[in-house]
């Protein structure tokens, strides 16, 4: 069957160029915030849009514009759960993403529309827990910044909570060593089950402090191996806030590669389920039937298509390309598709993601 284009959606795929292309990131969260205070900020940005346009697109098209522009603004939900929005509006074409990502403002007049923009928007929040491990107690903390907010759990965090058991599972009284171990081993594995709760809240990436034994102990038993960025060696039992700050700056300082970090555990993870896609065509099939939970992406990865005999299949475009079937760039479609459907995604360093061809998907599990 022959596909029905219109006009304008044809120009499009066959590139012709329709001026100008508006691009609006905006923080958008209606329950969290005052309906008034999000269109302030809503008319703010279309107050830059048309100075902008009337400067350099004084013209039918600028009109045009315009005038979707603001039916989009009177028309956006403000029922929505989601923290972010994404307006995207030219001559011939228009959508609105609302997004479960925490972004900066971005406002683009421009001659296209990238999604990289918006992935690069992403605000970048400097998060992430704290587990103090010591021969008495351990200690969760959540951290944002310099704020440090105690975590609470079910789980007794006392070690002397589980020093009731001193036998050997039989009849003998275990020896005084072998008490201790038994003891940390209870603790730690209670701990550990707790952590289920916790991380799965949160999903942010996790330091680890104790002394070189108790660390030990703990990465041996562990399953949450995949969340630790790094042990940090040390006795801080008794270590007040600031000492622990000042302990862990030399681990966060550098944010990007502790993401990085973050993001590789998650894909080897996601492996280990088999919850992980990898190279572009297999990550397009999943995007597709809606499975991606977190995409990854080498900076500056593109990859020109042509779609196949279904949806979800796609190949290396190789010209002449068929204007039907040509997609100019299948990772920014897959950004979209992830993002559109409560996903995110990340960047990575060019020649991180080797062994997964470039790009890789986790999928919700």
């Known amino acids: ?88 509006v030219s001559p011939v074409f228009e959508k609105v993403l609302y997004l479960d990502i925490a972004v900066e403002e971005k406002i683009l ?91 799965n809240a949160y999903q942010l990436p996790l330091f680890v402090l104790g002394t070189e034994k108790i660390l030990r102990h703990f990465n041996n038993l562990t399953r949450h191996g995949g969340f630790v960025i790094d042990y940090i060696d040390g006795n801080y039992e008794e270590a007040s806030l600031p000492q622990l700050k000042k302990a862990l700056k030399p681990y966060v300082v550098d944010w990007e590669s502790v993401k990085q970090k973050e993001v590789m555990n998650k894909l080897a993870d996601a492996a280990g389920k088999n919850k992980l896609a990898a190279g ?9 039937s809606l499975k991606g939970r977190l995409l990854v992406v080498e900076k500056n990865y593109m990859y020109a298509a042509e779609r196949g005999s279904s949806d979800e299949l796609i190949y290396k475009a190789i010209g002449p390309y068929n204007k039907f079937s040509y997609i100019k760039d299948a990772v920014d479609d897959v950004m979209e598709k992830v993002l559109e459907n409560g996903g995110d995604v990340e960047f990575v360093d060019e020649g991180v993601l080797k062994d997964y061809h470039k790009i890789a998907l986790v999928q919700f599990y």
């Open 109 to 199: 007049v421009d001659e296209s529309f990238a999604i990289r923009d918006l992935v690069y928007s992403k605000k970048q929040l400097h998060k992430y827990l704290v587990l103090l491990l010591s021969g008495k107690e351990s200690r969760m903390y959540l951290v944002n910044e310099d704020s440090y907010i105690r975590i609470l759990s079910n789980t007794p965090e006392l070690i002397a909570a589980y020093r009731n058991d001193l036998r050997d599972g039989g009849t003998n009284i275990l020896s005084m060593p072998e008490r201790k171990e038994k003891v940390m081993e209870k603790f730690l594995q209670h701990l550990d089950s707790s952590l289920d709760i916790i991380l």
């Open 1 to 88: 069957m022959t596909p029905i284009v219109s006009p304008e959606i044809r120009a499009v795929i066959e590139g012709v160029q329709f001026f100008p292309s508006v691009s609006i990131i905006l923080p958008f969260e209606p329950k969290m915030s005052l309906k008034k205070e999000l269109t302030n900020s809503l008319d703010r940005a279309v107050e830059i849009v048309e100075a902008e346009v009337d400067k350099n697109y004084p013209d039918d098209m600028g009109t045009l514009v315009m005038y979707k522009l603001r039916a989009i603004i009177n028309n956006l939900n403000f029922n929505t759960f989601k923290k972010s929005i994404a307006i995207y």
């Open 280 to 288: 572009i065509r297999d990550v397009w099939r999943e995007a597709r």
